[in-house]
């Protein structure tokens, strides 16, 4: 960070704390050793930003009102977790979060690190296709180093999966429901996805990137005609925005939650909030993937997280991956 910026984000903090009143532009000066020219220049740059200040010749500054954006200032100020957030890296545009994620943890940035952007111009979805992150959602990625053996490392996925079904019910008067493996659709299309890309030896995980896409707040005529079909935004089936920073730190709360969980009391016990939300099991499927084509009865899902589909002749058959479509009705 610069020292500029670093200045900038002295000057946010000290207005945030003091909200209730007025500080000086001469306080603000002395208390960071620059020019009060200084000051009202990195005071003009915060309202660029969409921060509302107050300002009086005669008191000085009053932060009115914070912009509902998810900048790491504003993250940090009211997160409540211990390991998700550690370090917060913000962008306002990337190709992937994923992929900046995957070279930190490479470079061994700590379990927790979060990289966010405001939106992804080459974002990744699951089967090597592309995902549509525009500016109105939430994307990002964390670091994590599980202590899981790679082949349950899909366990993640549930973990957020119910996280995030947990964060739209707590807020929202929507009703969540999760497709097999990880997609929470409402009113049966989708509105989050995950994807997470792991670099592990036969025994052990060297680190896993967790990539979750919200469509939180964005109009339904800014998606492509082709995935207006499918999907979704929270904001259209609500009709109206959700304040994003308090969707996003109540998410990372679930998640955190939901990950210590995992750890301590097993799987099990996700699986058993994954039914809570899950559209999938009990259902005539169809799952396709690389391999070809299957359908049947979606049964259970196993300890690796894998769908169980009985086909006619009674065979169950175990798919690892794939995309699920529900034999009724949207997909
Ligand atoms: C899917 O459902 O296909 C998975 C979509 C995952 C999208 C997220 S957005 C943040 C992270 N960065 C990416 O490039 N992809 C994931």
């Given at each position: 960070m610069s020292r500029t910026s670093k200045r900038k984000q002295q000057v946010l903090k000290i207005l945030h704390?003091n909200?209730?009143?007025y500080i000086s532009g001469q306080e603000l000066s002395d208390k960071l050793g620059v020019s009060r020219t200084a000051i009202w220049k990195y005071i003009q740059s915060l309202r660029e930003q969409g921060y509302v200040i107050d300002s009086s010749s005669?008191l000085g500054y009053r932060l009115v009102?914070a912009p509902?954006?998810?900048s790491?200032e ?258």
């Amino acid at each position: 960070m610069s020292r500029t910026s670093k200045r900038k984000q002295q000057v946010l903090k000290i207005l945030h704390r003091n909200q209730e009143q007025y500080i000086s532009g001469q306080e603000l000066s002395d208390k960071l050793g620059v020019s009060r020219t200084a000051i009202w220049k990195y005071i003009q740059s915060l309202r660029e930003q969409g921060y509302v200040i107050d300002s009086s010749s005669k008191l000085g500054y009053r932060l009115v009102k914070a912009p509902d954006i998810l900048s790491p200032e504003e993250i940090k100020k009211d997160l409540k977790t211990d390991i998700l957030g550690c370090k917060v890296i913000y962008h306002e545009e990337v190709e992937s979060t994923n992929l900046l994620a995957k070279s930190a943890a490479r470079q061994g940035a700590d379990e927790g690190t979060i990289i966010l952007a405001k939106e992804q111009v080459g974002g990744k979805g699951r089967l090597g296709r592309e995902y549509f992150c525009p500016a109105g959602g939430i994307w990002f990625s964390i670091i994590l180093h599980p202590d899981l053996k790679p082949t349950v490392a899909s366990r993640i996925n549930f973990v957020a999966v119910v996280a995030l079904a947990k964060t739209i019910d707590k807020l929202t008067d929507l009703t969540p429901e999760i497709k097999w493996p990880n997609d929470v659709l409402i009113n049966g299309k989708k509105v989050t996805g995950i994807l997470t890309e792991m670099s592990a030896e036969i025994e052990q995980i060297n680190y896993l990137v967790l990539g979750i896409g919200i469509n939180l707040n964005i109009g339904l005529d800014k998606f492509p005609s082709e995935l207006q079909k499918k999907a979704t935004s929270i904001q259209e089936e609500l009709g109206q925005k959700v304040p994003k920073l308090q969707f996003f730190l109540t998410l990372l709360e679930n998640l955190e939650e939901k990950y210590t969980k995992l750890q301590i009391e097993g799987f099990a016990e996700i699986v058993e909030e994954w039914e809570d939300y899950n559209i999938t099991i009990g259902n005539e499927v169809t799952v396709s993937n690389g391999e070809g084509t299957l359908s049947g009865q979606a049964v259970d899902i196993n300890d690796e997280g894998c769908l169980l589909v009985e086909l006619s002749d009674g065979t169950i058959k175990k798919v690892v991956a794939g995309e699920a479509t529900l034999n009724t009705e949207y997909n």
